[in-house]
């Protein structure tokens, strides 16, 4: 059986021994032998594997150049070598499968955007593998948090035919052809179908049963954004409580973003050096930052004051009633507040229909939390769980009640205070790993002109 190097290099012992299986990172030849650093994947570091001129095998070390699969058994014995511990003395090695002269991650140091070209490939190398593995345990990190908590993890629709947040940024779905597209009787379902933009609706009915639940799964937005923070398909994490208001939502969102952040600090220290090293110095200091300190908290009345007293020149004037935008909270929690920041009460026009209308009348019980480097992380609201109120929602928002009638009934029975909101997952992993790309925290990135395979 094979052993993950991972394990081979956490041994305290030495092993008479002990099969690895990986890629070559590195040959180097002498007369007598070879050393081949060994990648599984398992971890950021390689094993180092000595081949003596002439044991099993050995024959085949010409065709054991970088990228190529091979499998050695061996000893594992204490290396010689500084910053090491073990080495592999190999009793017979195999070439596995060999690869031409044109491997396309031969050298070190490729630029993000040759490697976003061959995302079939990018996982072999140490950034993407260290991106991809914190991806993993942070996915592991949520469900954790929730079920520790006692929240019911839900899995909502990823067909629906309700726009959730009303911006009209939905993929549609269908088996009509092109010319009978507007034939929607006669479509699959029977009427409009499409892509989820969030589980929060579905999330809703179960959290006025179930207490605390959460969803976590694959979103879809057609929102024409080319930026660096925008992808046209993310996971998205949307707890939502039951007998809850504002205050208790943003409570959750700082203890899960604190557990959250701990978490890729306590467990992710040999990944977490790679991005301090290469892709962000000022990493860890961030995180650990931000899992001991308190958020700060402003209404958005106030932070529009304190933007527009700010003396910046900003690119998108700023005014009240109007989307804070990236550079606005940017300014927030970089330079302002200089820590995460939760903005709330906002101007219930800019806001979709489904938040709680706050006695002034003019603001919904909305949250935002911003965070530096990234802006908005986590969006989420008190919900309207008054039945009238939500009828006037509907008109002001030109929503058709019928349409949304079984999310009324909520409300005519057995209506409770209820709360929630949305973590884009792709942000937090940015947000912990320092990767300034989205592109680059997303094995298989869609974005508006760009789906590869
Ligand atoms: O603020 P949003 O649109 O909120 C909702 O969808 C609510 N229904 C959530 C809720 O209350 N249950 O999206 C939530 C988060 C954003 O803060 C952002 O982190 C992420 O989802 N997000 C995106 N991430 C990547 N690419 C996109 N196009 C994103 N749009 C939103
Ligand atoms: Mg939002």
Known sequence: MRTLVKNILRRDEPAATIRAAGWVRT????????????????????LQVIVDAGIPGSNEIPGMQTGASIEVEGELVESPAKGQKWELRAQWVRLVGGVPEDYPLQKKGHSAEFLRSIPHLRARTNLFGAVFRTRSRMAYAVHRFFQER?????????????????????????????????????????????????????????ACALSNIYTFGPTFRAENSNTSRHAAEFWMIEPEMAFCDLAGDMDLAEAMMKFLVTEALEHHQGDLDIFTRFVDKG????LEFVATRPFERVAYT?????????????EFPVEYGHHLQSEH??????????????????????????????????????????????????????????LDVLTENF??????PAAYDWYADLRRHGSVPHAGFGLGFERLLMF??????????????????????
């Open 432 to 453: 912990v790993t320092g990767v300034h790309n989205i592109r680059d925290v997303i094995p298989f990135a869609r974005t508006p002109g760009h789906c590869g395979f």
């Open 329 to 386: 909270e940017r300014w927030l929690t970089e330079e302002h507040f200089k820590c995460p920041v939760t903005v709330f009460d906002y101007p219930k026009e800019i806001k979709p229909f489904y938040m709680h209308l706050n006695d002034d009348d003019r603001t919904v019980a909305a949250m935002d939390v911003l965070v530096p480097g990234i802006g908005e992380i986590i969006g989420g609201s008190q919900r309207e769980a008054r």
């Open 283 to 286: 990493l860890r200091e961030r």
């Open 302 to 314: 106030d932070a529009v004051k304190l933007l527009r007293e700010s003396g910046r020149k900003f």
């Open 395 to 400: 008109t002001r928002h030109g929503i058709d």
């Open 150 to 206: 006692d929240f019911v993890h839900v899995h909502t629709p990823i067909i629906t035919a309700s726009d959730c947040e009303g911006a009209g940024e939905m993929f549609r779905v269908t088996t009509l052809p092109p010319e009978r597209a507007a034939m929607e009787a006669e479509d699959f379902f029977g009427r409009r179908a499409f892509l989820t933009v969030s589980g929060q609706l579905e999330g809703e009915t179960f």
């Open 27 to 46: 040959r180097r030849d002498s007369k007598a032998f070879s050393f081949i650093e060994l990648n599984d994947g398992s971890c950021l570091r390689n």
